[in-house]
């Protein structure tokens, strides 16, 4: 099984700033790699899939970049709705892994 | 638009099964599969398996090997994800999500809490 390590677990930021959210893969899962978005009481939200490629109607402040074993997300300037927990996902292989999740919180 | 819409929230003694149901609309339910997605309370996101709506085919996660059996009722573009001999540690929100040829999740359900308590 592959696993799946995201850092930091919390991540302070205010409001207009940018955060960085890492995904780590104990081996390679190419770019199969999502990212999602969930608001407390919510379901998960696709954000990125292909490690890169937004998904429908994904604002442009998120980016997803990496391949292999080292992914990033990155929201370029924080609004008051990006405060949630981020969780990544390889769909590489069987069974389909996901992060511990990072939470992002209002500093 | 998409839409997976679950079943109600389930209280279940230990021992006990349960079924949850995911109905879709909006797209052809043979072209993706299902996938069941669990999420204890205050913890992550657990992969349960998948399933094809076209061909019934699954995958299941080791630790519920045995437990879960995962089918579909394409008259009704309806997803079911039932489990067996209910533990404590099985309460969670349930999520049916649609999975691509890719094997992302692009919409989810809007999740079903089963409580499993004596």
């Known amino acids: 099984e592959i696993v799946m390590t995201q850092s930091p677990a919390t991540l302070s930021v205010s409001p207009g700033e940018r955060a960085t959210l890492s995904c780590r893969a104990s081996?390679?899962?190419?770019?199969?790699l999502a990212w999602y978005q969930q608001k407390p009481g919510q379901a998960p939200r696709l954000l990125i899939y292909?490690?890169?490629t937004r998904a429908t109607g994904i604002p442009a402040r998120f980016s997803g970049s990496g391949s292999g074993t080292e992914f990033t997300l990155t929201i370029s300037s924080l609004q008051s709705e990006d405060f949630a927990v981020y969780y990544c996902?390889?769909?590489?292989?069987?069974?389909?892994?996901f992060g511990q999740g990072t939470k992002l919180e209002i500093k | 638009q998409v839409q997976l819409v679950q079943s109600g929230a389930e209280v279940k003694k230990p021992g006990a099964s349960v079924k949850v149901s995911c109905k879709a609309s909006?797209?052809?339910?043979?072209?993706?599969?299902i996938s069941w997605v669990r999420q204890a309370p205050g913890q992550g996101l657990e992969w349960m398996g998948w399933?094809?709506?076209?061909?019934?085919?699954?995958n299941y996660a080791q630790k519920l090997q045995g437990r879960v059996t995962m089918t579909t009722d394409t008259s009704t573009s309806t997803a079911y994800m039932e489990l067996r001999s209910l533990r404590s540690d099985d309460t969670a929100v349930y999520y049916c999500a649609r999975a691509g040829l890719s094997g992302y999740y692009d919409y989810w359900g809007q999740g079903t809490l089963v409580t499993v308590s004596s």
């Open positions: 292909g490690a890169s």
């Open positions: 909006g797209y052809t339910f043979t072209s993706y599969g």
């Open positions: 996902q390889q769909y590489n292989n069987w069974p389909e892994t």
């Open positions: 399933i094809s709506a076209y061909n019934g085919n699954t």
């Open positions: 081996q390679s899962v190419s770019s199969n």
